[in-house]
């Protein structure tokens, strides 16, 4: 009987769905990360006009994501095209279990423009691999007869067409000079004279305290959302859909544009009167456990909002700016430190991908080829500074900048780490991963792969650096203060590995150059030991 309930239910959704696309002349395809409410696209209604947004495997399974991740993406999808449908737009929302007949993306559209629909338009992705395949997708459908068009996203301070005025192939680019000009053309944090507000462009200098024992007991606890995603756990289930990480029924990332504001909000009122000071600071408290306050600090956490579009970074650099100007307690130092990372290196990192991609993908300067160690994928390191990092991002899919680049992204740099495995790694643990901000990010910045393109040097750190910014060590198996003996920290001596190593590529460095006049002082038996030590944990990286 429920058999037949169930068949008679999903015949008439099918025939629902049919007489939808049957009535339609145009058909919009919205893609996961472009919940973007304030698009022209929704201005107006049309009713010749099906927008289709859908859940789709090739997108389930080109990497294995976080579980927290495709929940996220799918709640958020089902969220923006109930909004749509409330607003009036003609939508179809589809699930895995009605698009599972589909190999693929252009498969999908090509059955569903099979009815009446005379002219399908898309958003520019913001993905290589997307827009390559709809670029495709549509000459083919031009040869049928059918118009397309291509629109931009709307979301980027710079469109999409004017990427290859600021940014050159395979040339290096520094980001300071990209954000003047980005604060110039915008017209912020800048007086009548273009010249930056409070004299200087940078405030990073301020930006690097660590986390006192007093300081962590005053870090306001995250701001979390509650939703029930068990329907989606059930369809990934039902749809064998490999997942990484922890994700329960209930999700904690937001959803819609108004929880993308509470967020911000919460953030603008409790956490960027700090943000700056402690923006590279990290903490586990001697906890062995991830607690509710280390996970995110005095983070935004805006990132999964704003890389699907349900909040745009216009948006959230104006709130920060009238929250700078109406309260005391928000210094330059800390407005600016945030208006950087999104107006300065969101945009960049874009715009280093697109004028590289593709040939991006497979840079491996340093010919790194080594394994990922099998703890990447549950954490089980004696190493703590790791072991709290990789827990972190897999219990809450969230790890900050400095355990991205200078815990994990370190440890792969000093390593040898493969390019290709470091970017599965990172495109599938973060619930903010999208390839075009992933990849330059860790290939570039982290990893050093394109060669200094993005980075104007190697981030490679020993044991030191962790132990200014965290207080990782203290409850760490090994010794932060030891480069050679039995439980030495393995990043002492794999940095002076690493840096002998490159030595050709980075001692000219002018940035690096006080590094080689230390190793250079130290005696040569003393050199040879820590390589020694270096090339005994590079052989059994798996069990460190
Ligand atoms: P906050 O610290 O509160 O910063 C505010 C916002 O600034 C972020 O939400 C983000 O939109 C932007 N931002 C800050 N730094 C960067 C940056 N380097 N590049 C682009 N935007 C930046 N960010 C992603 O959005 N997706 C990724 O897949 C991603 N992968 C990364 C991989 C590595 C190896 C590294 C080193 C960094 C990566 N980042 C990525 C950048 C950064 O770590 C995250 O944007 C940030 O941690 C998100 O948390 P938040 O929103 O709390 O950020
Ligand atoms: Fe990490 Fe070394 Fe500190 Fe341990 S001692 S937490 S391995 S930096």
């Given at each position: 009987m429920i058999g037949i309930t169930l068949f008679i239910v999903r015949s008439a959704a099918k025939t629902?769905?049919?007489n939808m696309i049957n009535h339609s002349k145009k058909l919009r395809l919205i893609l996961g990360d472009q919940l973007n409410a304030t698009h022209p696209w929704f201005k107006e209604v049309d009713d010749n006009c099906l927008y289709v947004i859908a859940e789709l495997h090739q997108e389930t399974s080109y990497v294995t994501h976080h579980q927290q991740k495709i929940q996220a993406f799918f709640a958020a999808m089902a969220a923006f095209a109930n909004v749509l449908k409330e607003a009036g737009h003609r939508v179809l929302h589809l699930t895995l279990d009605e698009t599972k007949q589909y190999k693929d993306l252009p498969d999908m559209l090509t059955n569903l423009l099979e009815n009446n629909v005379q002219h399908?338009?898309?958003?520019?992705?913001?993905?290589?691999?997307?827009s390559q395949q709809l670029t495709l997708f549509c000459e083919k459908i031009t040869s049928k007869n059918m118009s397309f068009s291509c629109v931009d996203s709307h979301h980027f301070f710079l469109p999409h067409h004017e990427l290859t005025e600021h940014?050159?192939?395979?040339t290096s680019h520094r980001m300071e000079f990209f954000y003047r000009y980005m604060r110039k053309r915008f017209n912020v944090l800048v007086d009548d004279d273009n010249k930056p507000e409070g004299g200087k462009w940078n405030y990073d200098q301020q930006n690097r305290n660590k986390l006192k024992k007093k300081d962590i007991a005053s870090i306001p606890a995250p701001l979390v959302f509650s939703h029930n995603v068990s329907e989606i756990n059930d369809r990934l289930a039902r749809h064998q859909v490999k997942t990484i990480g922890q994700g329960d029924s209930t999700l904690l990332w937001p959803i819609n544009r108004q929880e993308s504001l509470q967020l911000l909000d919460f953030f603008c009122r409790y956490l960027l009167p700090s943000f700056g000071t402690f923006q590279d600071a990290m903490t586990c408290n001697g906890d062995d456990v991830v607690t509710q306050k280390q996970w995110s600090l005095y983070h935004s956490r805006v990132s999964f909002s704003l890389n699907s579009k349900m909040l745009s970074p216009t948006l959230v650099v104006d709130t920060v700016l009238k929250h700078y100007q109406c309260?005391?307690?928000?210094?330059?130092?800390q407005a600016e430190g945030f208006i950087r990372q999104i107006l300065g290196w969101r945009e960049f990192i874009r715009g280093m991908y697109w004028i590289n991609m593709p040939q991006y993908q497979n840079k491996n300067s340093l010919k790194a080829k080594n394994n990922l160690p099998s703890w990447f994928w549950n954490g089980d390191t004696k190493m703590n500074c790791l072991h709290h990092a990789i827990n972190q991002s897999l219990q809450y899919s969230y790890a900050h900048h400095i355990q991205r680049l200078m815990i994990t992204g370190n440890f792969c740099l000093l390593t040898g780490i493969e390019p290709a495995q470091v970017d599965q790694w990172y495109l599938g643990i973060y619930v903010d991963a999208i390839e075009w901000v992933e990849l330059p990010n860790t290939?570039?910045?982290?990893?050093?792969?394109?060669g200094g393109l993005i980075a104007s040097k190697a981030y490679a750190a020993s044991g030191n650096y962790v132990n200014k910014m965290s207080d990782y060590c203290q409850s760490c198996h090994y010794n932060v203060k030891e480069k050679t003996s039995e439980?030495?920290?393995?990043?002492n001596s794999l940095y002076w590995h690493f840096m002998d190593k490159h030595s050709e590529l980075f001692e000219s460095n002018p940035r690096q150059a006080m590094v080689y006049r230390n190793w250079r002082k130290q005696t040569e038996e003393q050199r040879q030991a820590t390589l020694a030590k270096a090339q005994d944990y590079l052989r059994n990286l798996d069990t460190l």
């Amino acid at each position: 009987m429920i058999g037949i309930t169930l068949f008679i239910v999903r015949s008439a959704a099918k025939t629902r769905r049919e007489n939808m696309i049957n009535h339609s002349k145009k058909l919009r395809l919205i893609l996961g990360d472009q919940l973007n409410a304030t698009h022209p696209w929704f201005k107006e209604v049309d009713d010749n006009c099906l927008y289709v947004i859908a859940e789709l495997h090739q997108e389930t399974s080109y990497v294995t994501h976080h579980q927290q991740k495709i929940q996220a993406f799918f709640a958020a999808m089902a969220a923006f095209a109930n909004v749509l449908k409330e607003a009036g737009h003609r939508v179809l929302h589809l699930t895995l279990d009605e698009t599972k007949q589909y190999k693929d993306l252009p498969d999908m559209l090509t059955n569903l423009l099979e009815n009446n629909v005379q002219h399908f338009e898309y958003q520019q992705p913001d993905e290589y691999r997307l827009s390559q395949q709809l670029t495709l997708f549509c000459e083919k459908i031009t040869s049928k007869n059918m118009s397309f068009s291509c629109v931009d996203s709307h979301h980027f301070f710079l469109p999409h067409h004017e990427l290859t005025e600021h940014f050159k192939v395979d040339t290096s680019h520094r980001m300071e000079f990209f954000y003047r000009y980005m604060r110039k053309r915008f017209n912020v944090l800048v007086d009548d004279d273009n010249k930056p507000e409070g004299g200087k462009w940078n405030y990073d200098q301020q930006n690097r305290n660590k986390l006192k024992k007093k300081d962590i007991a005053s870090i306001p606890a995250p701001l979390v959302f509650s939703h029930n995603v068990s329907e989606i756990n059930d369809r990934l289930a039902r749809h064998q859909v490999k997942t990484i990480g922890q994700g329960d029924s209930t999700l904690l990332w937001p959803i819609n544009r108004q929880e993308s504001l509470q967020l911000l909000d919460f953030f603008c009122r409790y956490l960027l009167p700090s943000f700056g000071t402690f923006q590279d600071a990290m903490t586990c408290n001697g906890d062995d456990v991830v607690t509710q306050k280390q996970w995110s600090l005095y983070h935004s956490r805006v990132s999964f909002s704003l890389n699907s579009k349900m909040l745009s970074p216009t948006l959230v650099v104006d709130t920060v700016l009238k929250h700078y100007q109406c309260n005391d307690a928000i210094s330059i130092a800390q407005a600016e430190g945030f208006i950087r990372q999104i107006l300065g290196w969101r945009e960049f990192i874009r715009g280093m991908y697109w004028i590289n991609m593709p040939q991006y993908q497979n840079k491996n300067s340093l010919k790194a080829k080594n394994n990922l160690p099998s703890w990447f994928w549950n954490g089980d390191t004696k190493m703590n500074c790791l072991h709290h990092a990789i827990n972190q991002s897999l219990q809450y899919s969230y790890a900050h900048h400095i355990q991205r680049l200078m815990i994990t992204g370190n440890f792969c740099l000093l390593t040898g780490i493969e390019p290709a495995q470091v970017d599965q790694w990172y495109l599938g643990i973060y619930v903010d991963a999208i390839e075009w901000v992933e990849l330059p990010n860790t290939r570039g910045m982290s990893q050093f792969a394109d060669g200094g393109l993005i980075a104007s040097k190697a981030y490679a750190a020993s044991g030191n650096y962790v132990n200014k910014m965290s207080d990782y060590c203290q409850s760490c198996h090994y010794n932060v203060k030891e480069k050679t003996s039995e439980n030495a920290c393995p990043l002492n001596s794999l940095y002076w590995h690493f840096m002998d190593k490159h030595s050709e590529l980075f001692e000219s460095n002018p940035r690096q150059a006080m590094v080689y006049r230390n190793w250079r002082k130290q005696t040569e038996e003393q050199r040879q030991a820590t390589l020694a030590k270096a090339q005994d944990y590079l052989r059994n990286l798996d069990t460190l």
